[in-house]
């Protein structure tokens, strides 16, 4: 019995009254232009919002899709060994390394190291 009571005073809380508004009392909108040929053939808001995503997605599908030109190549530019004739450069010099990159010019320097 004490469960009864205990069950007809919670169930007491849920039943209350609700008023429901069910948000029609506006008139429908007159379209015009662009929007008036695109709800004449989608006259729902969720159709419209459907349609703009499917453009969006058909429009990245196919950016995505597009190959990307191919990047021309530049032409290697070989390096001129340096010169074995004319004065050796110093050793801080920058132009020292591409001068003991020719074997003559290392034997060279190793001569005169000695």
């Known amino acids: 019995n004490a469960l009864r009571s205990t069950v007809k005073l919670a169930s007491r809380g849920l039943n209350q009254r609700v008023q429901k508004?069910?948000?029609?009392?506006?008139?429908a909108p007159e379209w015009t232009g662009v929007d008036k040929i695109i709800r004449d053939k989608f006259p729902e808001?969720?159709?419209v919002a459907g349609l703009i995503l499917g453009g969006?997605?058909?429009l990245i599908t196919l950016v995505s899709l597009k190959p990307s030109k191919a990047k021309a190549e530049e032409p290697v530019v070989a390096a001129k060994p340096a010169e074995t004739s004319g004065a050796m450069p110093s050793i801080d010099d920058?132009?020292?390394?591409?001068?003991i990159e020719n074997e003559s010019n290392l034997q060279k320097w190793?001569?005169?190291a000695e």
Do not use: N
């Open 21 to 27: 508004r069910h948000g029609s009392g506006a008139a």
């Open 45 to 47: 808001d969720w159709q």
């Open 56 to 58: 969006y997605a058909t």
């Open 94 to 99: 920058a132009k020292f390394a591409e001068f």
């Open 110 to 112: 190793i001569d005169s």
